[in-house]
């Protein structure tokens, strides 16, 4: 039997939302992913309580519970986990069971937007670049950075950055951070004009197909401006 027959057939028997190699069934209840979590404790949620529940086939009552939408898939739980079970995984196959329709909203209009115009802000290629240039202005009027532009579509550069949306709504000075590193570092580097979007709706939603579309039409941008190494800070 191989790997993925036996991963078919530990589905089968135990339930739906295991991850495979390191199953559930081998959590010995330490609660050293409670602790490291972040949000251990908001209404209730415990990852260690989570996996006890997929271990003993609660499947369908933590489908239609808060507690997959309150973890924010960190994986700091993973990290300090004896046994590495691979509690973020599970907490998006649990996702992925909830019809989409029921998925939270926020999240499932975002993925909607990025789905639809590349981007969760729906924010237009225009206004993005108006964004892009009117930040690397500011940034230019800071001592040492006088010859500062922000290299966009800039086709053959070393390094592809992607943008999470906020630094592009509310914490755009975050967007000088980044561009501090990549010029001190003289880095040579661009960001697409369009599907810039680093935060992956699918990856967050449990909808493996929109992750595929989004992470498809990054490597097209990679393609259109011959760029081989990317840097997706999400
Ligand atoms: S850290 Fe791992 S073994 Fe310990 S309670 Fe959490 S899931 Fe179980
Ligand atoms: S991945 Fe989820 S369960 Fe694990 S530490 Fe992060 S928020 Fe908590």
Same mark, same amino acid.
């Given at each position: ?133 009117? @930040? #690397?202005? /500011?940034?230019? +009027?800071?001592?040492?950075? !006088?010859? &500062? ?41 661009? @960001? #697409?004009? /369009?599907?810039? +979007?680093?935060?992956?709706? !699918?990856? &967050? ?30």
């Amino acid at each position: 039997m191989d790997s993925e027959d036996r991963m078919e057939m530990t589905q089968l028997e135990f339930g739906r939302c295991r991850s495979w190699p390191h199953s559930q069934d081998y959590c010995i209840t330490c609660g050293l992913c409670s602790s490291a979590c972040p949000v251990s404790g908001v209404d209730g949620f415990d990852p260690r309580k989570m996996i006890r529940m997929i271990s003993f086939g609660l499947d369908d009552d933590l489908v239609v519970s808060r507690w997959p939408w309150i973890c924010t898939m960190c994986g700091k739980c993973e990290h300090v986990c004896p046994m590495e079970i691979h509690i973020a995984d599970a907490v998006r196959n649990v996702r992925s069971l909830r019809p989409r329709a029921d998925v939270p909203g926020v999240l499932h209009k975002g993925l909607e937007a990025a789905l639809d115009t590349g981007n969760n802000l729906r924010l237009p290629r225009e206004d993005f670049i108006f964004i892009l240039e009117d @930040v #690397a202005e /500011e940034l230019a +009027e800071e001592e040492g950075y !006088g010859d &500062f532009k922000v290299p966009i579509d800039k086709k053959g550069a070393r390094l592809l950055t992607t943008i999470h949306n906020k630094l592009v709504n509310t914490h755009t000075d975050d967007l000088k951070h980044w561009w501090k590193i990549f010029h001190a570092a003289q880095e040579d580097w661009t @960001v #697409a004009s /369009e599907n810039w +979007e680093g935060t992956s709706w !699918g990856y &967050f939603t449990g909808d493996n197909e929109a992750m595929k579309v989004m992470a498809g039409r990054i490597i097209e941008q990679m393609e259109r401006l011959e760029i081989d190494t990317l840097l997706w800070p999400e």
